[in-house]
């Protein structure tokens, strides 16, 4: 497991310099479900965050751009009784999701990774897509990055790659608009990935896992 987390570790941090910048950190340039997912991440981190430290600090500092951003937004909705950016649909989710994830493994190819390196990058600009939209993706900071690559972890067992790609796309619409998801797609992928753990003798790891913040978690089986 430790040579596991060390190649999440190395695949991170190909991605950040994968990553080219487009505009920055500006939050007033995203839409409001945007902004909330970056907010609900920058709370997980904060959680997990050393009080006092500087990344402690950062995510604060980080957080309340945002939340001053999207107060702001309600003020002005307030005052003219008009939104101004609406949820973004099922499809719009898939489509941002698909694209982040293409555009990871475009770009994992080019570096000449082999396809599993590229499918672990493509899952985590899959969901970096839907956060800050494609080729967006350097508005992230880093700990939130990292935060997202958790998430990522049961499509690495969901079987074949395009399975995995199929499974992160539903499961980032279940995370908004369950109604719409194939859930059953995505449970399969959690369970896939603890037999896999139970089998590997990762039990320690998983049991970590389970203590973490995630999304997922809701959907582990029981025992």
């Given at each position: 497991?430790?040579?596991?987390?060390?190649?999440?570790?190395?695949?991170?941090?190909?991605?950040?310099?994968?990553?080219?910048?487009?505009?920055?950190?500006d939050p007033s340039r995203k839409t409001n479900a945007m902004l909330e997912r970056e907010l609900d991440l920058h709370d997980r981190v904060i959680a997990n965050s050393d009080v006092?430290?500087?990344?402690?600090?950062?995510?604060?500092?980080?957080?309340?751009?945002?939340?001053?951003?999207?107060?702001?937004?309600?003020?002005?909705?307030?005052?003219?009784?008009?939104?101004?950016?609406?949820?973004?649909?099922?499809?719009?989710?898939?489509?941002?999701?698909?694209?982040?994830?293409?555009?990871?493994?475009?770009?994992?190819?080019?570096?000449?990774?082999?396809?599993?390196?590229?499918?672990?990058?493509?899952?985590?600009?899959?969901?970096?897509?839907?956060?800050?939209?494609?080729?967006?993706?350097?508005?992230?900071?880093?700990?939130?990055?990292?935060?997202?690559?958790?998430?990522?972890?049961?499509?690495?067992?969901?079987?074949?790659?395009?399975?995995?790609?199929?499974?992160?796309?539903?499961?980032?619409?279940?995370?908004?608009?369950?109604?719409?998801?194939?859930?059953?797609?995505?449970?399969?992928?959690?369970?896939?990935?603890?037999?896999?753990?139970?089998?590997?003798?990762?039990?320690?790891?998983?049991?970590?896992?389970?203590?973490?913040?995630?999304?997922?978690?809701?959907?582990?089986?029981?025992?």
């Open positions: 497991m430790e040579g596991f987390l060390l190649v999440g570790v190395i695949i991170f941090v190909v991605v950040v310099f994968l990553i080219l910048s487009k505009f920055g950190k006092g430290s500087s990344s402690y600090f950062r995510q604060l500092e980080a957080r309340k751009r945002v939340s001053d951003e999207l107060e702001r937004r309600s003020a002005a909705e307030r005052k003219s009784g008009v939104s101004e950016n609406s949820e973004l649909t099922d499809g719009e989710i898939r489509k941002l999701v698909t694209a982040g994830y293409e555009e990871g493994w475009r770009r994992s190819k080019l570096k000449q990774k082999d396809d599993e390196d590229a499918h672990e990058t493509a899952l985590l600009s899959g969901l970096l897509g839907r956060i800050s939209g494609p080729n967006e993706w350097s508005s992230i900071p880093h700990e939130i990055a990292q935060a997202i690559m958790m998430e990522t972890l049961p499509f690495k067992f969901s079987g074949t790659h395009a399975e995995g790609r199929l499974a992160l796309i539903e499961y980032a619409v279940w995370r908004e608009v369950p109604s719409e998801a194939d859930a059953a797609l995505v449970q399969r992928s959690v369970t896939a990935m603890v037999e896999h753990m139970k089998n590997s003798g990762d039990t320690d790891f998983l049991l970590s896992v389970k203590k973490m913040p995630l999304p997922w978690i809701k959907l582990l089986p029981e025992g």
